[in-house]
């Protein structure tokens, strides 16, 4: 019996040089850096084996794993303008109010300033009024829109405007209603930064 233990004993540390060595012991690599040890046992590759107590299980031919390759970024996407920005307007008016000049500085920044820069802008009204005056006011909103993104960079040719008046309401009412949300202008940008939709 004591023979038997002794000759596989003795076989033991050709085929295992350590067994659960601590968590900390790691191999020195080329230039120096702590790299943990991979098991060249089939199938396991570059991988390292640590044991239930979080040690190495190192074999005869084990060596330190080759560094973990990056994990690939994806590049960000690149910023494309919305399919449309809406501004709204106070009743009977067409001025920009300080929250419609922040949408169109944000429908601006995203459409750019250059030559492929094109807009069409839509000015609506509610109900409230006679369709004819309606008609007028929609264009003086689509007017005040394009305006104010001239003022930002967008060249006066590369944006076209048009007036609905009360015909394409965003909330559907009766006649003379005052509709906030019916109260604006559509922003859509065209060209190479546009959406292809």
């Known amino acids: 019996m004591k023979t038997l233990i002794r000759a596989t004993m003795a076989v033991v540390p050709a085929a295992v040089i350590a067994i659960g060595l601590s968590a900390g012991a790691q191999a020195q690599t080329v230039d120096g850096t702590v790299a943990e040890w991979c098991n060249p046992v089939i199938g396991w590759g570059n991988t390292p084996v640590r044991t239930a107590s979080g040690g190495y299980a190192i074999h005869q031919g084990s ?43 944000d429908a601006v920044n995203a459409i750019g300033r250059g030559a492929n820069a094109r807009v069409h802008v839509i000015g609506h009204t509610d109900t409230s009024g006679s369709p ?66």
Do not use: H
């Not at 709204?88 to 922040?102: G, Q």
């Not at 104010?148 to 609905?164: F, L, Q, R, Y």
């Not at 604006?184 to 939709?197: D, T, Y």
């Open 63 to 105: 060596y330190p794993c080759p560094p973990a390759a990056a994990p690939a970024v994806a590049p960000a996407p690149a910023a494309r303008a919305q399919t449309e920005y809406l501004v709204f307007f106070d009743w009977d008016k067409s001025n920009i109010t300080p929250a419609a000049d922040r949408v169109i500085g």
């Open 132 to 197: 004819a005056y309606n008609q007028r006011l929609s264009v003086r909103r689509a007017e005040a829109v394009k305006s104010s993104m001239v003022a930002k960079g967008i060249p006066a040719t590369n944006i076209t405007t048009e007036g609905k008046g009360e015909n394409q309401l965003l909330v559907q009412t009766g006649p003379n209603v005052r509709e906030p949300s019916n109260r604006r202008a559509q922003i859509l940008p065209r060209g190479a930064n546009a959406p292809s939709s």
